[in-house]
């Protein structure tokens, strides 16, 4: 089973962006808006400044002041209280727009970062249980493999050993005048000593490990034909 990946958080983003994309590209064409609703109004405001302008002419010239000039007092009183409160309110409204706008496409980011965030916190939650799990099951196992190694250990000692099975068997026939077993006991022993693996000579085979149980004054009749039990 391959471990969880967690991946970087930029990684994650970019897994995410397709689903904000839509939304960021309407803020994006909103803000773009702003600039175009801000012309239009100024472009207003100029058409109402000359229709003004050409209205307060109209009107001195009816009042009979067609040479007196152009009414500067009254077009000035029309730029300060119509037409340049009307360009500031324009462009006020205009940067109030651009913030929401700006504000609304940060808390959009924000909210990708944070689910971005979640998305990593969960994997590394995941990776985190996964390792937790295979510590677990690597502890288990090597529990198990102590506890059968303890076990075999056990087994082991309860079972006699060879040595202590042929030295059994030779007890149960010692001669206790001699303190030997007959010529046929000792050959059995040796055979079976044989087919567990065990030589006849040598400093840790058959005849030197078992010769107190044979008869030194018959010595020769318990060496002889050994090369049957090599």
Known sequence: MT????????????????????????????IANTDATNKAQKLALDAAKTQGFNQINTQATGKGNTFSGIP???????????????????DAD????????AGQAAELNTNQRTTALGVQENQTSALN??????????ATAA??????AATAA?????????????????DQYVDPNTG???KKVWANAAQL????????????????TFWNYADDAKWQDYKLGYERYL
């Open 72 to 90: 500067v007092d009254e077009q000035a009183n029309y730029l300060s209280t119509t037409y340049l409160p009307g360009v500031q309110k324009a």
């Open 129 to 138: 249980s996964w390792n937790l799990n295979e510590r677990n099951i690597a």
């Open 94 to 101: 205009t940067n109030a727009a651009k913030l929401t706008l």
């Open 3 to 30: 471990a969880p990946t967690v991946q970087t958080l930029d990684e994650i983003m970019a897994s995410l962006q397709p689903g904000y994309a839509e939304q960021q590209g309407i803020i994006g064409k909103q």
């Open 154 to 170: 056990a087994k082991q000692a309860e079972t006699p050993s060879l040595k202590a099975n042929i030295r059994a068997y030779l």
């Open 193 to 208: 000593a044989k087919e567990s693996g065990m030589g006849f000579g040598g400093d840790t085979g058959f005849a030197s």
């Open 143 to 148: 529990e198990n493999a102590a506890n059968r």
């Open 180 to 182: 030997s077993v007959p």
